[in-house]
């Protein structure tokens, strides 16, 4: 009997040197890591609610402060720092605005970046086999070289630029996103700048109900310059005055999509579901007139579009 006690009277010390041992082994090691962890979790919501430090600020300051200086190419830097890594900033929408803007500048310009190169005009060369190897637009030739019409001569030097652009609709923040690819073989892309959807008015059954996230990809079919009720090519002096529109192929049983400006006139008479003349609004996605205008310029037949819901 004196065993029994004995024994029971070891294995609670023992039991109990055990609990104290865990309990310390708590009170010491994990309850303060598990503490750290959540003060750790309590800063990471803080930060993505605003209440906490917000890296992407001071980054984008230094971005201006490097434009006013004219370093561009490190702007450039430290805007592409804060779309890719500080998605949560409260700068992040500002920095793909203005890289946008820089990126659709050089664009334009003949500073060089990767797809421009220069071409010198050799005889019996044309504008349209040029075009087609080069992988640029019409317009953007024209523009590019301030192009009188489509007569060359031998010896001419013209800039090109090898306009390899994907598109990305995205119709929960109603906007357009044009991106880049500086290897056409590498799936690889670069932002390259959004366009504000003003308005989306599409036929029944033209994209997914609901809202199931989806993603449908196309490419863009044709492209038309219209002036009143006439068709204007790019080597029409009228040319720049036309609208520009852009329509791309069926995909998936369902019909294309139409790319249209709005001006403030159809814009006002869409608030109201109608035309002045009381016909119904003409279905499409519609875009700011200028920037329908840009996005047509560098936009080539069979451009890659995506239309998705997020």
Known sequence: MRFKIIVFLLATAFLAVCFLGAYYYYEKDMQPEAKVNAELKQKEKQAKKGGGPDPGISIFNKAVDLLREKETDAAVRKLEDIIQIYR???????????LGEINMD????RTPMPGKYEYTVKPNDSLGPIIKNTGTTMEFLIRMNNLNGTVLHPGDRLVFQSLNFDIDVDFSLKILSLHYKPDPAKEARIFFKDYAIKLVNLPPGTLPGGTKPYSIATSIATKTAVLGEKSIKPTDGDFPMARKWLQTKPANGRPGILFRPLSDH???????????DGEDLVYGIFLDDGDMEELSMVTRLLTPVVFHRS
């Open 88 to 98: 949560d900033s409260s700068r992040y929408h500002d920095a793909r605005r203005m």
């Open 106 to 109: 050089r664009l334009f310009s």
């Open 266 to 276: 159809e814009e006002r008479a869409a608030e109201s579901k109608k035309q002045a």
